[in-house]
């Protein structure tokens, strides 16, 4: 047991200082005033090295940690790739260690030793620093979708090449900070929320997602200056925002006692059994000042059939078909407009059915009562006879029906008869005539 323990233990090592070894070689940027940012680019650019930024060159060094004391030699090339590289001296070895003092940036360097080759790149931020004076907003009209901003300033792009003389940027990443309104569907209410977004680099106009409230855009960065804890900001002060949201909720009344009634409670979809009674109500951001539901019988919207201006709409939907509605909403000047989505009410073909026999008094909650099945009948009256024509009932809502009594007392088993006449929410109307048998012995 004590040789495979020894065994195991001298094969850890052994694999320790194996992979010690495999990783010693460590490249290290300091000096320039500030630490040096590093980078790690994508592995098609052959820089395996790393890209570097140094604040300035001002006693700037690039230190390469080799695998043994052999010798490390050192080249640098330009755009045009490694295979134009051209020998670097002034390079210091002092056993594992080889140390270049930096003379020259914006270029790449290759480390060599024991026939491995090593890339990186080192950028001189002094060369292309961020320079933040101000910031506005454009005077443009429209701005709908998205707002402009002006940046007064400079910073050129941070260019580095690979090693095939590939042209790549690393991203100075300004941000973009400013308030706007957005939707929380369980308070029902729009909630200034703080918005960011990245400019990769710098330009003098920037396009950012208008905001749905005045607001101040705070311009910041980059990603260098953060870094050492110099981040430049400018702000545009105070913007009317002319960019609006609408959101509209749908809510459908349910007829909950009507058991007779089909589909009277639909729950994928709104509409069902005519009349359909839904409220709409309309939610909107600052800058809207007017509204207006559009109801169409096309999917587009290319048709409309009617149009309201309420907040609040309670609408009574009757006809067969569907019928799509939408808010629509718009600024001031009517450059801006927003939508909400469209909502489908569906309302069903309908149907109306009578039963010929029930049986009241004998079996309580069971066939007790006579009640017609219906689904969007938008108009019902019915009139119930004994056989000498005598009106034992009038019902004028399918939901309601006959317990069978006339003056409070059930009438005597035996044949009656019904005569309906109804509407459908198509426009047609049903005329219904038939007979009624009550199915009870005599008191």
């Not at 208008?210 to 870094?227: E, K, M």
């Not at 004998?362 to 005598?390: H, L, M, Q, R």
Request: proline share 3%.
């Amino acid at each position: 047991m004590i040789r495979i323990d020894m065994y195991r233990f001298l094969l850890f090592l052994t694999a320790l200082f194996t992979f010690g070894g495999l990783c010693a070689q460590q490249i290290t940027v300091t000096g320039g005033g500030k630490p040096a940012y590093s980078y790690t680019p994508e592995a098609s650019t052959g820089l395996n090295g790393g890209v570097f930024v140094v604040y300035s060159l001002d006693q700037a060094t690039v230190e390469f940690s080799g695998a043994d004391d052999s010798l490390i030699s050192w080249s640098k090339f330009g755009p045009s790739g490694a295979a134009t590289s051209t020998p670097v001296t002034g390079a210091v070895q002092n056993g594992y260690l080889s140390t270049l003092t930096l003379t020259e940036a914006d270029c790449g360097y290759i480390i060599e030793q024991n026939g491995r080759s090593y890339y990186l790149w080192i950028i001189d931020y002094s060369q292309a620093p961020l320079v933040l004076n101000g910031a506005s907003v454009s005077n443009d009209s429209g701005q709908c979708e998205l707002t402009t901003l002006l940046l007064d300033g400079s910073g050129s792009r941070l260019n580095y090449y690979s090693i095939n003389g590939a042209p790549k940027v690393l991203n100075r990443e300004l941000s973009v900070s400013y308030m706007s309104l957005v939707w929380n569907a369980e308070a029902l209410t729009y909630v200034q929320t703080a918005q960011s977004e990245t400019i990769d680099n710098f330009t003098s106009t920037v396009q950012v997602t208008a905001p749905l409230c005045n607001t101040d855009f705070v311009i910041s960065g980059d990603q260098l200056l953060n870094y050492w804890g110099m981040e430049q900001t400018v702000s545009t002060g105070e913007y009317v925002t002319t960019a609006i949201g609408v959101t509209a909720v749908a809510e459908q009344s349910y007829r909950e006692d009507a058991l007779n009634e089909d589909d009277r409670h639909p729950t994928e979809y709104l509409g069902g059994s005519a009349p359909a009674e839904i409220e709409f109500q309309a939610y909107t951001t600052d800058a809207v000042t007017h509204i207006e539901w559009e109801f169409s019988d096309k999917e587009d919207f290319s048709t409309t059939i009617a149009r309201y201006n309420d907040q609040t709409l309670r609408y009574t939907f009757r006809d067969e078909g569907v019928t799509y509605v939408r808010l629509v909403g718009s600024n001031s000047t009517a450059e801006c407009q927003a939508y909400s989505e469209t909502f489908t009410v569906n309302i069903g073909e309908p149907r109306l059915e009578a039963p010929n026999a029930f049986s009241p008094g004998t079996s309580p909650g069971v066939n007790d009562e006579w009640k017609v099945a219906y689904k969007s009948i938008v108009s019902f009256k019915c009139w119930i006879f004994n056989k000498w024509g005598v009106q034992m009932c009038y019902l004028d809502n399918p939901e309601n029906g006959w317990d069978g009594k006339y003056h409070g007392k059930y009438v005597d088993p035996g044949v009656y008869y019904y005569v309906i006449e109804a509407k459908g929410s198509n426009g047609q109307k049903i005329k219904l005539k038939g007979h009624i048998n009550i199915m009870r012995s005599k008191d």
